[in-house]
């Protein structure tokens, strides 16, 4: 007669039947790839996300000039912005002692400096075209005095965007004629 397995580890007494204990490991490799993915994904979005920048383009220089410290520009086709306190803005072209226009206040928007250097950038066209350098456009100088705030400048910016200005400057540097000039209080 066969004999039945009682499944109690041999000599066929009675006693408790032992499980099988499972496994408790769990299996990581998943979370690891999904933390690489992450972390992958996260370089990749900052390093796409730079701050966007305008071009600038300022006169060249000559290099074999031995003294590079001035460059001068021809003041029929420079036109200086002074940004002052309160939204105030001062503009001239040419130069302070002599100005072809100006000094005049004037605001920001489509209706101030906007059609201002619309016009002035026809009329220096014009003026270069006239001497055999058409492609030679105004220049524009911004002014910011400490006292301007960065909504100013920046508005100012867009405004050289907008009408199409190829080449200006942010230089803070004043003379005190030019400090007098955008100091002085409105009549």
Same mark, same amino acid.
């Given at each position: 007669?066969?004999?039945?397995?009682?499944?109690?580890?041999?000599?066929?007494?009675?006693?408790?039947?032992?499980?099988?204990?499972?496994?408790s490991k769990v299996d990581l490799t998943?979370?690891?790839?999904?933390?690489?993915?992450?972390?992958?994904?996260?370089?990749?979005?900052?390093?796409?996300?730079k701050p966007q920048s305008m071009d600038?383009?300022?006169?060249?220089?000559?290099?074999?000039?031995?003294?590079?410290?001035?460059?001068?520009?021809?003041?029929?086709?420079?036109?200086?912005?002074? %940004?002052?306190?309160?939204?105030?803005?001062?503009? /001239?072209?040419?130069? #302070?002692?002599? &100005? *072809?226009? !100006?000094?005049?206040? =004037?605001?920001?928007?489509?209706?101030?400096?906007?059609?201002?250097? %619309?016009?002035?950038?026809?009329?220096?066209?014009? /003026?270069?075209?006239? #001497?055999?350098? &058409? *492609?030679? !456009?105004?220049?524009? =100088?911004?002014?910011?005095?400490?006292?301007?705030?960065?909504?100013? %400048?920046?508005?100012?910016?867009?405004?050289?965007?907008?009408?199409?200005?190829?080449?200006?400057?942010?230089?803070?540097?004043?003379?005190?004629?030019?400090?007098?000039?955008?100091?002085?209080?409105?009549?």
């Amino acid at each position: 007669m066969a004999e039945l397995n009682t499944g109690d580890g041999g000599g066929g007494k009675g006693g408790k039947v032992r499980s099988k204990k499972q496994n408790s490991k769990v299996d990581l490799t998943a979370m690891v790839d999904l933390a690489f993915l992450l972390i992958t994904f996260f370089m990749l979005t900052t390093s796409l996300s730079k701050p966007q920048s305008m071009d600038l383009s300022l006169p060249d220089k000559d290099p074999n000039e031995k003294d590079n410290k001035d460059t001068k520009v021809d003041e029929n086709r420079t036109m200086t912005v002074i %940004l002052g306190a309160d939204n105030k803005m001062v503009y /001239y072209m040419g130069l #302070l002692a002599t &100005p *072809k226009v !100006g000094p005049k206040d =004037i605001a920001y928007g489509k209706d101030g400096i906007r059609r201002e250097l %619309l016009t002035q950038k026809k009329a220096v066209l014009a /003026y270069s075209t006239a #001497l055999g350098k &058409p *492609k030679n !456009g105004i220049i524009v =100088i911004i002014k910011p005095t400490k006292k301007s705030n960065y909504r100013n %400048l920046v508005d100012i910016l867009d405004e050289m965007a907008i009408s199409g200005v190829e080449t200006y400057a942010i230089v803070p540097e004043f003379t005190p004629e030019e400090t007098k000039l955008i100091d002085k209080k409105p009549e």
